[in-house]
């Protein structure tokens, strides 16, 4: 059994910035991609950035510039440092990984809220 938590989530105000991180444990032969998705109310879940087992990235390009994704493969951990957060930011962030054999897993979501 594979389980995903994540962390980080608050209440910001915006032009702050956050730091959400996912931990995979259980069962895991092998971790290929690791991605952070997110989903508004009334919205659908999308993309916000994913990274490969050898660190190639892919970034929306509505956060480019302002959010980067990495990951410490020895702790099976993802991370999402999300800097200048806008109103617009606000969701609840899902993490991803794709597991050699199990396939893809999520985590619960953690919420990120940026108010003023």
């Known amino acids: 059994q594979v389980q995903l938590v994540e962390s980080g989530g608050g209440l910001v105000q915006p032009g702050g910035s956050l730091r959400l991180s996912c931990a995979v444990s259980?069962?895991?032969?092998?971790?290929?991609?690791m991605g952070w998705y997110r989903q508004a109310p009334g919205k659908q879940r999308e993309l916000v950035a994913a990274?490969?087992?050898?660190?190639?990235?892919n970034v929306a390009d509505s956060v480019k510039g302002r959010f980067t994704i990495s990951r410490d493969n020895a702790k099976n951990t993802a991370y999402l440092q999300m800097n200048s957060l806008k109103l617009e930011d606000t969701a609840v962030y899902y993490c991803?990984?794709?597991?050699?054999?199990?396939?893809?897993?999520w985590g619960q979501g953690t919420q990120v809220t940026v108010s003023s």
């Open positions: 990274i490969s087992s050898g660190g190639n990235t």
């Open positions: 259980g069962s895991i032969f092998d971790i290929v991609n």
């Open positions: 991803n990984a794709d597991i050699r054999i199990i396939g893809r897993s």
